[in-house]
Structure formats: structure tokens, C-alpha cells
Nanobody, 121 residues
Framework: QVQLGESGGGLVQAGGSLRLSCAAS????????MGWFRQAPGKEREFVAS????????LYADSVKGRFTISRDNAKNTVYLQMNSLKPEDTAVYYC??????????????WGQGTQVTVSS
């Protein structure tokens, strides 16, 4: 059973950058398409970005396209989310999980604790 742990969140001013990490244990991530999701207070969890097993294809939500970059290091069993030009509306708890059909969380393992990103205006 894969276990996921997100880190790298924090408080940043609008226009700033953060790099999130998602480390896995219990099973290699290399066979999964991996995704990042986020959940803002009072809102449903939404898709942010995904990346295929070899990093050859990526997919982004329109709201983050051009500002966020997803990447992975299978040797380190880790997936990253580089977030630039952050906006207050990016404030949320960010999670990673395997995905299916590009944007749908897979029924693999359970959600981690997430990492809080807060962007001040």
C-alpha cells in the first residue's frame, strides 16, 4: 500500500514561489500517473496537475497553467510541484495522489495530510 507525504507549503506573498514535494513509501511511484490536488476552505478538492510515469506528458488545470510545473524523480520516489507567481486564490491545502484518466484521483492508498499553502495579498 502506497503512503504519501506532502511537504513544502508555507506562507508567501502574492507573486512569490514555493516548491512542494510528495514523497512515497511502501511502494514505488514509478508505475503511476501522479497528480496534485488542492482544497480551499469551504470548497471541494480540485485537480491541479498530473504527470505520466516517465514525465513525458503533463496536464494542468487552466487556473495554474503557465505558473505551476509538475515534475518527478522516480529514483527518489518523489513528485514535485513548482509554484510561481502565486495568487491569493491559490491558498489551499495541497495533496498528491495517483490519478486515472488524467485528472481523477485513483483508488490507490489514502490521502496524505497535505501541505498548507497560504498566499497573502
Amino acid at each position: 500500500q502506497v503512503q504519501l507525504g506532502e511537504s513544502g507549503g508555507g506562507l508567501v506573498q502574492a507573486g512569490g514561489s514555493l516548491r512542494l514535494s510528495c514523497a512515497a513509501s511502501g511502494r514505488t511511484l514509478s508505475s503511476y500517473v501522479m497528480g496534485w490536488f488542492r482544497q480551499a476552505p469551504g470548497k471541494e478538492r480540485e485537480f491541479v496537475a498530473s504527470i505520466t510515469w516517465n514525465g513525458g506528458n503533463t496536464l494542468y488545470a487552466d487556473s495554474v497553467k503557465g505558473r505551476f510545473t509538475i515534475s518527478r524523480d522516480n529514483a527518489k520516489n518523489t513528485v514535485y510541484l513548482q509554484m510561481n507567481s502565486l495568487k491569493p486564490e491559490d491558498t489551499a491545502v495541497y495533496y498528491c495522489k495517483p490519478v486515472v484518466r488524467g485528472t481523477v484521483p485513483a483508488d490507490v492508498g489514502s490521502w496524505g495530510q497535505g501541505t498548507q499553502v497560504t498566499v497573502s495579498s
